[in-house]
């Protein structure tokens, strides 16, 4: 076979010790867990400068033309765009990285019994695109002009000319940041894919895989997929800002709905890019500390790949009132409705894991059974939306916003608590504080639904999307309505608050946290039985063995409640 | 790196090797990703051409299709030089029959580009640009596009070229980069009907 | 009552069809009557596009693995 065959110089270099300066091994480094550390704290700089966006237009929902603190006034222009990067960073720059890039990046080669990303320079550079598109989107918002106000969805003509969108350096800027970070997850899709298909510990099968190995697989393959028409759409967004072209102008025999309709080809398989880490993140923590069994890995499995294809069919439930043929949306509203049975698959048989279960309420426990909680509440709200009748009253009113919000909080903001939670002591090998774990979890939790619940009544009475000011409409600008909107706002704050006890928690523990062991939870996948943190190289001990699936606890013929996967044992079959 | 190669089998890895190798399958994926993104232009392509009626638009430039089925005729010899080099290359690796098919496919496929290259100045000139008309935009968009890739391609050939007269090209890393040039090649069939014959 | 349980799915069909008619939208258009066909040609090839392509990747390595 010629691959073997033939003299291979470049891996020659991990067969010895290197020296490493502070260069090589932090910021330039090939290894995936550092490029997944980079990653995740890329990640969370950008959702503090999106929530610090959300705070001050939410200020100015609330208190609308004073001051607002840390920042100033609010003109309808500023407002614009700090609502269009909120969004746009909270998607892309937070949701994306953490969870896939982040997640993926640092337990993939781990829960699979790897050394490494099957391309390693690639992951290097794709998370050297990232960063470049973080800067040029950051760069964006001190330009003449100021950020992109055209909304995260961009639709022209809005978007196209900066004689309405009053950004004429921000717009451009704002594309070629999205089309940067797309390029970069591009990249690391296909590491993420080859990596967990050909690259597992001896005895690993398909079904012994770790479910959020899956998940994240499936996930870049969506994302693989869907997104082409996104860049071809930008790309010819870019031209019509920058070259005046008229593909998307009306007027000159372009066509704006076309710009919705490869938006939203993406922007529809985009949310199951995220939710899918977001729940095979939450599965493990639930397997872990209910002691039990995933259930129905392969029903899991299959209603995950079933979504998949089926979300490839929903997107136009975007586009309802947009002017597309109505008897197109007897068949999306169909397909919409459609896809909610595998979500509700899914949930049910998290529900039924638990059951039975001996479940130890640690803080990563408490942040996954509040996702499935706040997830089922976005989600059967998506119901009225996916519905073309309802949809004509709901669409672009805050229901939709408390919608996403529903679902994209739980996926986005407590998927990664979860993660963090449960996978810091294998990160950083110490164990973070519990009690200040919990106080921050109940603080987030209860002020997010209080942020949140208001806007769906809101919604439900008529208050549109992105507008900065609802004192100019009388039927908006009521007591009632505006006291809600009050409660919003300061619920905002205090939630906002509550994240510092996080920020402090994880920085102390650093150093001061207790030394966690190689498996302080007694979990039986792959990563807890490298040391913590691992080494470059992940398993010093030898590359590990897979005898049996990924959930073993509780095994009778076991002692201990756990059966990690690589020990050898009674040859019992696997996860059947 | 040693281990996540797959490659070897022995204490730790895989007992089979997979069955597509690291490298394919990462271009594999990295074409379906292209080929959602040409449909897309595609499609928005034959939508606007149907929003506008008449096509080609009155008082534009009518586009060198003659010259072009030639340019094409190089383009899809280039994937048949390709195909051979392969086989060449499986019974000598580095061997000088193997150089010379690499070497004729990137003379073929640069010989393609600065043809088309040619022909755009000349479309320039004519008044065909991208803000002439939605017939000018698409154009230089998706043969744009296409140019922009095969480039890159040339530029992945040139690359395996190196490493061939270096003696270390793996069995792996060549059959992804013919796959994307075979891509390059294969999809151009489809543009120059959809674009050029339409 | 046993005439209209026979007859469910006819009477189905009658609903159906006059739910269409009631369509009366005035503004629910594309541009010309071709980019609606063009609209559903490229939704119908968007969408099938990626379920053929991966679809065809995992029955190879599926065979393959046999």
């Given amino acids: ?576 | ?198 | 009552m046993n005439f209209l349980k026979k007859t469910r799915l006819l009477w189905l069909f009658l609903t159906l069809a006059l739910a269409r008619s009631a369509k009366a939208c005035s503004v629910c258009a594309v541009a010309t009557e071709e980019a609606r066909y063009a609209y559903y040609f490229t939704t119908g090839l968007l969408t099938l596009m990626p379920l053929f392509m991966i679809g065809g990747i995992v029955y190879y390595i599926a065979k393959k693995y046999r």
Wanted: proline residues 5%; aromatic residues 16%.
């Fill in chain 1, 1 to 576: 076979m010629a691959e073997v065959a033939t003299a291979d110089v470049s891996h020659d270099d991990h067969h010895h010790e290197h020296e490493q300066t502070f260069w090589s091994k932090y910021v330039f480094s090939t290894d995936h867990k550092i490029i997944g550390f980079q990653y995740l704290f890329t990640g969370i700089a950008m959702a503090i400068i999106g929530g610090y966006f959300a705070y001050v237009f939410r200020m100015q929902l609330a208190f609308p033309g004073s001051s607002v603190p840390f920042f100033g006034i609010v003109s309808p222009s500023a407002y614009n765009s700090l609502v269009t990067n909120h969004g746009t960073i909270m998607i892309f720059w937070v949701a994306m990285p953490v969870l896939i890039a982040a997640m993926g990046n640092f337990l993939i080669p781990l829960m699979i019994g790897c050394d490494d990303m099957v391309f390693p320079r690639v992951n290097r550079l794709s998370y050297q695109i990232f960063l470049l598109s973080a800067i040029v989107l950051i760069a964006s918002f001190f330009v003449p002009g100021g950020g992109f106000g055209g909304a995260w969805t961009a639709y022209p003509p809005l978007s196209a000319l900066a004689k309405y969108n009053a950004t004429p350096f921000g717009a451009p800027m704002w594309l070629i940041a999205v089309a940067l970070e797309i390029v970069a997850f591009l990249l690391g899709g296909i590491n993420f894919i080859t990596t967990a298909m050909n690259a597992r510990a001896k005895g690993m099968r398909m079904y012994d895989i770790p479910i959020v190995v899956w998940m994240i697989v499936i996930a870049s393959m969506l994302f693989m997929a869907s997104v082409g028409p996104l860049v071809a759409g930008a790309v010819m967004l870019l031209f019509d800002q920058t070259l005046g072209t008229t593909f998307f102008d009306a007027s000159a025999g372009g066509d704006p709905v076309l710009w919705q309709h490869l938006f939203w080809f993406f922007g529809h398989p985009e949310v199951y890019v995220v939710l899918l880490p977001a729940m095979g993140i939450v599965a493990e923590v639930m397997c872990t500390f209910a002691r039990k069994k995933l259930f129905g890995y392969k029903l899991i499995l299959y209603a995950t790949v079933g979504l998949g294809i089926l979300s490839f069919f929903v997107w136009a439930h975007h586009q309802f009132i947009s002017g597309v043929d109505p008897r197109a949306a007897y068949l999306f509203t169909t397909t919409t409705l459609l896809i909610s049975i595998p979500v509700a698959i899914m949930l049910f048989a998290y529900i039924a894991t638990l059951y039975g279960g001996s479940i130890q309420f640690t803080t990563a426990m408490l942040f996954a059974l509040s996702f499935l909680a706040e997830f089922l509440i976005g989600g059967v709200t998506g119901i009225w939306l996916g519905s073309s009748g309802t949809d004509i009253y709901l669409h672009d009113t805050y229901f939709v916003l408390a919608h996403f919000h529903y679902t994209f909080f739980p996926i986005a903001i407590i998927g990664t608590f979860t993660a963090i939670y449960y996978w810091y002591p294998k990160m950083f090998g110490r164990m973070m504080n519990e009690t200040w774990g919990k106080i921050h979890f109940w603080g987030t939790i209860i002020a997010f639904n209080g942020i949140f619940l208001p806007l769906f009544f809101l919604g439900a009475a008529g208050q549109h999307r992105r507008i900065y000011n609802y004192q100019n409409f009388p039927d908006l600008a009521g007591d009632n309505m505006q006291d809600l909107r009050v409660f919003a706002t300061i619920s905002l704050v205090i939630m906002l608050l509550f994240q510092i006890p996080f920020v402090i928690n994880f920085i102390v523990s650093l150093k001061r946290g207790k030394k966690a062991g190689k498996n302080p939870w007694k979990a039986n996948t792959l990563e807890w039985v490298a040391p913590s943190p691992p080494p470059h190289g992940n398993f010093p001990d030898g590359m590990p063995e897979v005898y049996r699936g990924p959930y073993e606890f509780a095994h009778p013929d076991r002692e201990d409640d756990y059966w990690p996967q690589n020990e050898p044992g009674n040859q019992k079959p696997a996860n059947k």
């Fill in chain 2, 1 to 198: 790196m040693r281990y996540a190669e797959a490659s070897y089998s022995g204490e730790g890895a895989l007992e089979r090797q997979p069955p597509i190798a690291n490298s394919v399958l990462g271009m594999i994926l990295f074409i379906m990703t292209e080929l959602m993104f040409f449909a897309a232009l595609i499609s928005a392509f034959l939508i606007i051409k149907s929003t506008v009626g008449v096509w080609p638009p009155e008082g534009q430039p009518r586009l060198p299709v003659l010259v072009t089925a030639i340019n094409s005729f190089f383009l899809l010899s280039s994937a048949v030089t390709l195909f051979f080099a392969n086989r060449s290359y499986r019974q000598d690796a580095y061997g000088e029959k193997t150089l010379k098919l690499l070497r004729n496919t990137m003379y073929l496929g640069i010989l393609f580009v600065a043809i088309q290259g040619f022909e755009w100045i000349r479309l320039l000139s004519y008044g065909l640009t991208m803000t002439s008309s939605q017939y000018g935009a698409f154009f230089y968009l998706i043969i744009g596009t296409h140019a922009l890739h095969a480039v890159g391609a040339i530029v992945g050939l040139t690359w395996l070229y190196k490493l061939m007269k270096e003696r270390r090209l793996k069995q792996q890393t060549f059959s992804a980069g013919q796959l994307f040039w075979y891509f390059v090649v294969g999809l151009w069939p489809i543009l120059y009907v959809l674009v050029y014959l339409t």
